[in-house]
Each structure stands twice: as C-alpha cells, then as structure tokens.
C-alpha cells in the first residue's frame, strides 16, 4: 500500500471518527476547523467520499453485502465442480424463483431486445439464455417438451426428464436431448447446433446423428457438418465474448451487430479482411475500436447512430 | 494518443494472429486439465485472449505461454472468487427473505460493485475486512462491533481506517 498524502491520511481519521458512533458537537466543531485551516483539507475530504460513493455506493443499503464480501477465500478447492454451467443455472435458479413462473406464459414468446441476454427459466427446471435480438417459442406439457428458435441465438440447460424428450428446433433441424445443455444460433445466416454437456440427437430432412459434448455442427444449406477449426465460436456469447478464429470482418461485425445500437455499416474494400481475436460483446464500442487497432480501419459515428467502417 | 497508422495496425494483427494461432490449444488443453469442464476452460481462454488484445504492444511479448498462463491462472482466481461471493451473497439475500429478486442488470451491477469493494480489501485481514464492512456498510457502532468481532473499540477504529485506506489506493 503506497503512502497517502497527509491530509488525506488525516480527513481519513476524521471520516472514521464520524462513522464510529460516537461524534458529538465539539467532534463535529472540531471537524469544521480541521476543514477550514487548509484547502488541501477539503479537497481531501471530498476526494475521500468521492471515491467511497463510487466503490461503497452501489452495496450501501443493500441487504446481505456484507455476508457476500466476508465469504471465505478458503473454499476455492470446493468450487471445481461447481463453476460454469452449474454455477450459471443455480444464480439464475435463485434469482428467478421468487418472480412469477413461466408456466403462465405457456406458449408465449420469448424475447429480448438489443444489447440483451435474459435467462428465462420453465416449468419443467430447464432455463434458457436468449442472446440479444433473439427470440423462441415455447410449448412444455405433459409429454412434449419443444422450444423452436425463431431468430438469434439461445442455450438450453435441460432438467433431466427421460420421459419426455426436450426439443430444440429451427427450421433446419432440430435436436432432441434428454438432459444436459446445447447451444443453437442462426446468427449472421449460418445456423450452429453444439452439444455442450451430454450428447444430443440432430435430425434434420436429410440426416441423423449423434453429437457428444464439445462437439459442434454449422448448416451448409444441405447439411449440418461437422465444424472446421476456422470459425466464429457461437457459445462464447453465453458469456458476453466474440471468440473469433480467422475470419472475415463483415462476419465479425454481423454477430456484433445485436449488441450495437443504431446501425453498423461496413465498406465493401474492408469487408474481407481476415482477423482473429475475443472481443467483448457488452461494449460494441470498445469491439469496435479493438478491430481499428488490428486492422486498418476508419470508425465514424454520424448523428450518434450511425457507424460507418471503412479502410483507414 | 495518436491513432495506429496502417501499417502498424496490420503488423498488429498479424502478431495476434499468431500468438492465437499458436498459443490458444496450448493454453486451452492446460485450463481444461486443471478445470475438467470444457466451457470453463473455454471462456477462460478467452478472456485471456481479450486481455493480450487489450495490451498496448503484443509484439513486445517475449514469453507468450509464461504471460498467458499467468493472466489464465489470475483470471482462474478470481473466477472462483466471483462465485464464493455470488453464492454468499444469494445466500444472505434468500435467507433474509427478500421481498422481490434482483434483475438479472441489477444483479450483474451488485455483483461488480462487490468485485471491486472485494480487491479493494483484499490485503487486510478477515477481521478488519469485517469491522470495515459493519461500519461502512451496515451502518453498526465500533462499540457493537467490538463486541460481535471480541477486539477493543479503538481497534475497530484502526480496522475501520485500514479499510478507508485501502479504498482510496489509486488503481494499480
């Protein structure tokens, strides 16, 4: 820890006095003198609850902070088993029980808006993670269970059920799982199935196969083929990622797109530049200006929503 | 700063071609070994990746793999971190029967305010970290404190600044 300047070290002793539960008049008298002998004084002070309502600000007021920040640093060995997925599915689990269930909402819609990702989660256990600008229906009942992706993309996390199958459907096939999780995307015209965590089963009009966990397929417009190693990875939205293995920018910029609002327009001379890299899809702007370092490229924004990208 | 010319934005590009071309299956393969799940170790990967993208000069990098397993092995961390305190946290809320849950953008906010508040503290001891958390958060006397933590007043007192301090360190 650097040294601090003294009158912050002081304005810090002051503040604690302040808080401790005991500052009478004469304290608080003796404060304002303190404050008013020097201007380094009050600039301190200030500074110093400046930063605190920037860092203690958003926890103040606030029920069960304190419990979350004393967790123990000791349990890390414990979690291996419990990150990701599971950790994923049981914060969403807690943060969806008390709200109104979806089974209301049979049937119904699911969306979201741009720059959005929203777990909803069902009746039957499952959830869903709609990525932005993505929408499904859902249709769960006694014996079926059938969620078709309409536009974007979405992961399933399927409660085991084994009486009743969960179908994830898009007009180019679907994949029936019993348990497990998969990713499908029909992002940038290029549908993607991944199976993420147990198998699932892919029919589509012309095939049928198995895909294990880890393993991904892309339609060609025949057939779901297997994925080459040069792709745009279509799970890394799941956590707010572009992962990009050597690709074009105009695909590139079609999966930011979802997340940028206003429109992304892309010059024809830069549009086959090929690039690699994982870009963060929660600030279009700052992926945006990670491709101008890479590449050579002229970003400008008219009338705040409109974005032009040409070579530099 | 003045923006990149042409052609050292491709020179760039071609560095972080390489180092992903070269380096990701390495690292992926080393994070899938100590992690078993593959999505973990994915996502991992990849913010490592986003992270050596970020650096001013990736062609100054000497020792790729020494580089990227120090900031997967940093990122490894603090994931784990993020969930002990994800879990504290819905924990205390749940069992103090919170009226309505959070949003999913009010919760992702707590969850960074929390971060942050977390590596501020993080040199100072379970028991200052404590005292500081009571009195700056939950508004509790260094009396009533000084007798949930068993320490003296004035030790709360000196908590309670160890606290301040480490709050208003300029970011490293």
Not at chain 1, 169 to 186: D, F, K
Not at chain 1, 252 to 261: A, D, N, Q, T
Not at chain 2, 2 to 30: C, I, K, M, Y
Not at chain 2, 140 to 169: D, M, N, P
Request: glycine share 6%; charged share 20%.
């Amino acid at each position: 820890m650097s040294d601090l300047p003294p009158a912050v070290t002081e304005a810090i002793e002051w503040y604690a006095q302040r808080t401790s539960g005991h500052f009478d008049e004469s304290a608080q008298r003796a404060l304002e003198a303190w404050l008013a002998a020097d201007v380094s004084h009050r600039q301190a002070w200030v500074a110093l609850q400046q930063r605190l309502a920037r860092t203690l600000g958003p926890l103040a007021e606030r029920q069960g902070t304190t419990q979350a920040l004393r967790a123990s640093h000791g349990r890390r060995h414990l979690l291996r088993g419990a990150l990701g997925l599971g950790a994923l599915a049981v914060g969403t689990q807690l943060l969806t029980v008390p709200g109104a269930p979806l089974h209301a909402r049979w049937g119904a819609d699911l969306r979201t808006a741009s720059a959005q990702r929203k777990t909803f989660r069902l009746e039957d256990g499952s959830s869903l993670l709609l990525n932005a600008e993505s929408s499904a229906d859902i249709d769960v009942h006694a014996t079926a269970r059938r969620v078709s992706l309409l536009r974007g993309a979405l992961m399933a996390t399927v409660q085991q059920d084994l009486a009743r199958p969960f179908v994830l459907a898009c007009p180019w096939g679907e994949s029936r799982l019993y348990g497990g999780a998969c990713v499908l995307s029909m992002q940038a015209r290029q549908p993607q199935l991944w199976a993420l965590d147990g198998p699932l089963e892919l029919q589509a009009p012309l095939q049928r196969t198995t895909l294990q966990a880890g393993q991904g397929v892309a339609f060609d417009g025949q057939l779901w083929q297997p994925i080459a190693p040069r792709h745009i990875d279509q799970r890394s939205w799941v956590r707010g990622l572009l992962e990009v293995h050597d690709q074009s920018l105009a695909s590139v910029i079609e999966h930011l797109r979802p997340y940028h609002r206003g429109i992304l327009q892309v010059a024809p001379e830069v549009a086959e530049l090929r690039i690699s890299g994982v870009f963060s899809l929660d600030d279009s702007r700052a992926a945006l200006h990670a491709l101008r370092d890479m590449l050579p490229l002229r970003i400008t924004h008219y009338l705040g929503y409109w974005t032009r990208i040409e070579h530099a | 700063m003045t923006p990149p010319t042409s052609s050292h934005a491709l020179q760039r590009n071609d560095v972080l071609r390489r180092l992903f071309g070269e380096h990701h299956s390495w690292l992926l393969d080393r994070l899938r070994l100590r992690l078993r799940c593959r999505d973990d170790a994915a996502d991992i990967a990849a913010e490592t990746f986003a992270q050596v993208v970020a650096m001013p000069d990736p062609a100054a990098i000497r020792e790729p793999r020494a580089l990227l397993s120090t900031i997967g092995k940093r990122l490894l961390y603090a994931r784990w971190r993020r969930a002990d305190i994800e879990r504290a946290y819905l924990q205390a809320i749940a069992e103090q029967g919170e009226a309505t849950a959070p949003s999913p953008q009010e919760h992702w906010l707590v969850m960074e305010a929390l971060m942050e508040v977390d590596r501020l503290l993080d040199g100072l001891s379970s028991k200052a970290r404590a005292a500081f958390l009571y009195s700056q958060l939950d508004g509790l006397t260094y009396a009533t404190i000084a007798a949930e933590l068993g320490v003296s007043v004035t030790r709360v007192h000196q908590y309670v600044v160890q606290g301040l301090k480490a709050c208003y360190q300029v970011d490293p």
